[in-house]
Every structure is written in C-alpha cells, then in structure tokens.
Nanobody, 129 residues
Framework: QVHLVESGGGSVQAGGSLRLSCEVSGSIYSSYCMGWFRQVPGKEREGVAAIFIGGGSTYYADSVKGRFTISRDNDKNTLYLQMDSLKLEDTAMYYC??????????????????????WGQGTQVTVSS
C-alpha cells in the first residue's frame, strides 16, 4: 500500500513562490510515474506536472511550463513541486499522485487523473493580487 502526504501549500501574492512536498511511504515502481494535479471547485482535476520514476523525465502542462518544476529525492522518498511566478489562476487544491501510467506510444507520462492509482489528501494553494 502506498501513502502520499502533501505539505507546503499556503497563501502567496502573485509573482511569489511556493514549494510543495509529497512524502511517499510504500513502494513506487520505477516503471511508473508520479505527478501533481490541481483542482478548483466545479472543474475536473488537471494534470500539472509528472515525472517518470525510472528515468527522471519530466512533463508539464502548457499553463505551467517555465514556472513549475517537478523533482524527486529518492533518499527522502519525497516528491516536490517548485512553483515560481505564481499567478491568480494557479489557485487550487494541489494533489500528489502515484503509480501513474507511462505511455509507450507517446513516450511520456499520462497527465490524466484516471491513469494514477494513489492520491494524497491535497494541499491548498491560494494566490492573491
């Protein structure tokens, strides 16, 4: 069984930065992906960033490219999301997800919530002007 616990959310002004952490307990297989998703009330959960555990390749939604960075520390069993140049529209509940599918046809991690098995409880990020 895998447990994911997010931390690091909070309130920040537009243009500021936050770093989210996701502590992982249990086995995450190297053939799968981990990712960060976000959701606002009334909308579907959106894939923000993903990382292929086996090779370290990273993938980003167009809306966050150049501003967000996903990384992992294997020694600490922790996944991170560094968020810079935050915008009002980045306000959401952010979720860590594990055991996501890697698409061989696209050579990339799936950014679909349905492709991930394990989820954390979420951490709120609020960006204000």
């Amino acid at each position: 069984q895998v447990h994911l616990v997010e931390s690091g959310g909070g309130s920040v002004q537009a243009g500021g930065s936050l770093r989210l952490s996701c502590e992982v307990s249990g086995s995450i297989y190297s053939s799968y992906c981990m990712g960060w998703f976000r959701q606002v009330p009334g909308k579907e959960r959106e894939g923000v960033a993903a990382i292929f555990i086996g090779g370290g390749s990273t993938y980003y939604a167009d809306s966050v490219k150049g501003r967000f960075t996903i990384s992992r520390d294997n020694d600490k069993n922790t996944l991170y999301l560094q968020m810079d140049s935050l915008k009002l529209e980045d306000t959401a509940m952010y979720y860590c997800a594990g055991d996501g599918l890697y698409s061989l046809s696209n050579n990339s991690c799936s950014m679909s919530a349905e492709s991930f098995t394990y989820w954390g409880q979420g951490t709120q990020v609020t960006v204000s002007s």
